[in-house]
């Protein structure tokens, strides 16, 4: 395999077993790098690694853990290291609708529905962060952090997606992201967000199969159509994020969104 831009560079993505996390790990390999990559279920995260090899024998590791808990994110870099010799890049994509633990409109948004969704989206991204950053200080070298996002977070879409604790999460990560791109720039620690709107991934499947969400989104994200997003869709700008490439750029907030915050959407 050709050289990319990631060569040489090791790469942990947390939720990279499927979806969006999953079809960025390909496109890491693709482009040189060493990737770790983390999920909860085992099986997923088997498949992954399999898939990865097949692409670049050699360039793949993963296992299976909980997001929310600060050892994950710990074993991971600590595997990326050993198996890699470094961390030069995290992707923080792990995240989810919490609308199963009661998450959704305001009035009937549950104690657990708040605590799950929090931990989910946020809480994990806090502690994976917390480990990378400090990992880069330990190893005295440039790094980036990638984290995802969303559009809800400041761009809201009060009649089909309704979870307010997610969109505080999400809105959240852009603060965080922020702030500590500020309080580590002078040691070369780059952090930015992607921020995506409606993707087809295993969260959006009670979207995806809705024909007046469809229509909806017809309007709503009007480029290259007027389509769900695609996770490869993401791709090339995290590659791009974690790369050296984006050396000069950081505490950004970029949204691949089809047109998403500039269309009215309506039907």
């Not at 909980?66 to 995290?90: M, N, P, Q, Y």
């Amino acid at each position: 395999m050709e050289s990319g831009i990631l060569t040489g560079q090791g790469v942990v993505i947390i939720g990279g077993t499927t979806g969006l996390g999953l079809s960025a790990a390909r496109a890491c390999v693709r482009e040189g790098a060493g990737v770790v990559v983390v999920g909860r279920n085992p099986e997923n995260v088997q498949k992954a690694v399999a898939g990865l090899d097949e692409l670049a024998p050699g360039r793949a590791a993963g296992f299976a853990g909980d997001a929310v808990s600060s050892e994950t994110s710990l074993e991971a870099i600590a595997r990326c290291v050993e198996k890699f010799g470094s961390l030069g890049g995290l992707y923080h994509v792990a995240g989810g609708s919490g609308r199963s633990f009661g998450d959704g409109p305001l009035h009937e948004v549950t104690d657990e529905g708040i605590d799950a969704t929090l931990d989910l989206n946020l809480k994990s991204l806090i502690r994976s962060n917390r480990a990378a950053v400090s990992q880069f200080l330990d190893q005295g070298t440039p790094g980036s952090v990638l984290n995802m996002g969303s559009v809800l977070g400041w761009s809201p879409s009060p009649k089909y997606f309704t979870t307010h604790v997610y969109a505080a999460a999400k809105s959240a990560i852009v603060g965080f992201s922020k702030s500590v791109a500020a309080r580590y720039a002078a040691d070369d620690i780059r952090v930015n967000v992607i921020a995506p709107a409606l993707v087809e991934t295993p969260m959006a499947k009670r979207a995806a199969g809705d024909e007046v969400i469809q229509s909806f989104i017809k309007t709503k994200q009007p480029l290259d159509g007027g389509r769900i997003g695609r996770p490869e869709d993401l791709d090339d700008l995290a590659v791009y994020l974690l790369s050296r490439r984006s050396r000069f750029v950081t505490a950004q907030v970029i949204a691949v969104d089809g047109g998403w915050t500039v269309s009215e959407g309506q039907i």
